[in-house]
Nanobody, 121 residues
């Protein structure tokens, strides 16, 4: 079992920045690929970014490329999503997820609880 706890959510303005963190416990953090997903009000959950076990590879959804950065610190069992210049359509609940496979779909085994990130214009 892996427990994931996100932090860092909250109101952010267009043109601002925000960093989400996801701390894992319960199993070997460095054994898992990690991902960020988001779910906007009234919409389905969508993939945002994923990072490989080593941290050397990452995927991003096209809408955040160049503005968001996913990273991980295996020594501290923490993953980050640095968000620059968020857009109002990025208002969503953001979830971190972990799985043994590195992928872009939402078939991850473990999920965090999801902080709200409202983006204000």
């Amino acid at each position: 079992q892996v427990q994931l706890v996100e932090s860092g959510g909250g109101l952010v303005q267009v043109g601002g920045s925000l960093r989400l963190s996801c701390v894992a416990s319960g199993h070997t953090f460095s054994s898992y690929a990690l991902g960020w997903f988001r779910q906007a009000p009234g919409k389905e959950r969508e993939f945002v970014a994923a990072i490989s076990v080593s941290g050397r590879s990452a995927y991003y959804v096209d809408s955040v490329k160049g503005r968001f950065t996913i990273s991980r610190d295996n020594d501290n069992s923490t993953m980050y999503l640095q968000m620059y210049s968020p857009k109002p359509e990025g208002t969503a609940v953001y979830y971190c997820a972990a799985d043994v496979l590195f992928r872009r779909n939402d078939h991850y085994a473990y999920w965090g609880q999801g902080p709200q990130v409202p983006v204000s214009s």
